[in-house]
């Protein structure tokens, strides 16, 4: 029932052809702030409905839509939303998110180098990141991403591999922070829908 750990699942729906990802344990009327990640993903095209403590997730639009947003409310689950930009039309700015740089690492210089990997055009600032994505719409494969010992970074890039890319997450045990079971949920969760 954490929002924070919900939006890698949110995101994964919005991201999927099929009857899209049911989360369990936290709805749109959680406290969390994080919880607010559903507005981003739906202004980017996802479809979201919330019932009580759930919430279902599906592909609306695609490509995705590119946004802007002022992320202060949600400098975790932000994170996402960059990995989304990946799969969007147009492009994706994230502002004020500051905190970023004083986190487990340099979140805003280590997420743009890792989205310049896929092929993405990326202006980084002091608190603001704006990601396009690669013109041709085709992100490179076989990448390696630097987790940075940050296990968010994990777990938001886990999403490329969606796109059929071959994606290696260089100490994927640095999610054991927050989620020690996110991959084997994320494995579980994609091979069901397959």
């Not at 704006?130 to 494969?141: A, E, H, S, T």
């Not at 938001?156 to 922070?177: H, M, N, Y």
Request: charge should be negative.
């Amino acid at each position: 029932a954490d929002a924070s750990s919900a939006s890698y699942f949110i995101a994964l729906g919005a991201l999927t052809d099929g009857p899209g990802v049911r989360v369990m344990g936290v709805g749109a009327e959680s406290i969390q702030g994080d919880i607010r990640f559903i507005e981003a993903a739906a202004a980017m095209g996802a479809i979201i409905e919330s019932g009580s403590n759930c919430l279902q997730i599906r592909r609306g639009a695609w490509p995705l839509r590119g946004m802007t947003m002022n992320c202060n409310h949600i400098p975790d689950a932000a994170m996402t939303l960059a990995v989304l930009g990946l799969f969007a039309k147009g492009s994706t700015t994230l502002r004020n998110i500051g905190s970023w740089r004083v986190k487990e690492t340099d979140r805003i210089h280590a997420m743009a180098t890792e989205l310049r990997k896929f092929g993405a055009t990326v202006k980084e600032g002091q608190d603001f990141l704006i990601v396009d994505p690669p013109q041709d719409g085709r992100l490179n494969d076989r990448i390696e991403v630097s987790t940075y010992d940050d296990h968010r970074i994990a777990m938001c890039f886990s999403l490329v591999a969606l796109a059929g890319v071959a994606v290696r997450i260089l100490d994927p045990l640095c999610v054991a922070k927050t989620y020690p079971g996110y991959f084997a949920d994320f494995s579980r969760v994609t091979h069901d829908s397959t």
